[in-house]
């Protein structure tokens, strides 16, 4: 695996700086932040009907971002901080192209099209501003979740060569690779959990992986965004399997992981392949949470006994949730130890607010 790594910023001493400049900075850090949180509200809200009425919340978003740019770019004169600045620049751009998309305007399916888009950009912006968490306390915070940020002192540690972020590039004929969260809390003297997240259709690990990063961080478990070989998993062949049993392998090799406390989660055609890999005969999961997908033809001799947390949006309009209601019937029947639960007004987007509830009925152990 190749480690991520961004030194020049994550080891920046702000000590220097004037107070003028550096509440400058942590205002304009505040504004990037909370423009952050309100496409993450409106990924969260999406529904075609209601877009409209979406782009009008988030408008004074975009406003004040322009506004805070501006007066940034007027601020920092005269001080030096050439990186920094080529930074946070790179963060605003990929959130304000996050809002462009979120804004285009067409008929539905261009609009879903360019929602994806949007949730690419927001990803990138994520994946820009995660380094600055050990010199910005407000970034640091912002990638814990809410009920341990008191305690964010403790999220704050020095660079290990095994922790952070790691990518495996994949060949599109063998492996789609992955991309691994290791938190920097790891320390090799206990087994971890192991959660892996699957995209949806036409997705990657890389966005994925920020779906589940807080939690990671917060409860301590290692996570891994597998991506798909082609521009969805492969239902009805082996591929990825063989390349998610490797990756697996690979993960359990060089980290200190518990064969017990594997989850496998994903989201639309993610969810219908958790189901497929976590029903199969001697699979290694121990745990599946499928969301927003449904149940794909399937021998069902391993059901029986399996822990499964089905997840649905009552608004879904890809996989109507009629057809999850009959997939919890029909695991019921094959003797899985089922949760359900009916999502109001979510559509075919991801529910945030379901990772809490996943882990803590996954393993009491990360409960907050």
Request: hydrophobic fraction near 35%; charge should be neutral.
């Amino acid at each position: 695996m190749k480690k991520r790594v961004q030194k020049d910023i994550e080891n920046l001493d702000l000590q220097p700086y004037d107070r003028t400049f550096l509440k400058s900075l942590e205002a304009h850090i505040g504004i990037i932040l909370t423009t952050l949180n309100g496409l993450e509200s409106a990924f969260r809200q999406s529904h075609p009907p209601l877009f409209p009425k979406i782009r009008n919340a988030l408008q004074p978003f975009r406003d004040r971002l322009s506004n805070s740019q501006k007066s940034f770019i007027q601020n920092r004169k005269n001080q030096n901080i050439e990186n920094l600045s080529k930074h946070l620049d790179d963060i605003v751009a990929r959130t304000e192209h996050a809002l462009h998309y979120f804004f285009k305007e067409g008929d539905a399916q261009q609009s879903i099209q360019n929602w994806m888009k949007s949730m690419r950009q927001h990803c990138r912006a994520l994946e820009s501003l995660y380094p600055l968490h050990r010199i910005l306390k407000p970034v640091n915070r912002y990638f814990l979740e809410p009920e341990i940020r008191d305690r964010q002192e403790e999220f704050i540690i020095a660079d290990k060569a095994d922790t952070g972020f790691f990518d495996e590039e994949g060949s599109s004929s063998i492996s789609g690779g992955f991309t691994c969260f290791v938190p920097e809390t790891y320390d090799g003297t206990a087994n971890w959990p192991l959660v892996i997240a699957l995209h949806g259709g036409y997705g990657s690990g890389r966005d994925f992986i920020w779906y589940w990063l807080r939690e990671a961080r917060s409860r301590k478990f290692i996570l891994v965004a597998p991506n798909s070989a082609g521009s969805t998993w492969s239902f009805d062949n082996d591929t990825d399997q063989m390349s998610i049993d490797q990756m697996i392998a690979d993960i359990s090799r060089q980290y200190q992981t518990d064969s017990k406390k594997r989850l496998l989660t994903g989201f639309s055609d993610g969810a219908i392949f958790t189901l497929i890999l976590g029903l199969k005969q001697n699979s290694p999961f121990t745990t599946l949470a499928p969301i927003s997908g449904v149940l794909h033809p399937i021998s069902l001799n391993e059901a029986k006994h399996k822990r499964i947390y089905l997840a649905h949006g009552s608004w879904d309009w890809m996989f109507p949730v009629e057809r999850a209601q009959q997939a919890a019937d029909t695991l019921k029947k094959a003797g899985a130890q089922l949760v359900f639960k009916e999502v109001e007004q979510l559509s075919h987007t991801y529910p945030r607010e379901e990772n809490r509830s996943i882990l803590n009925w996954f393993d009491i152990s990360l409960s907050l």
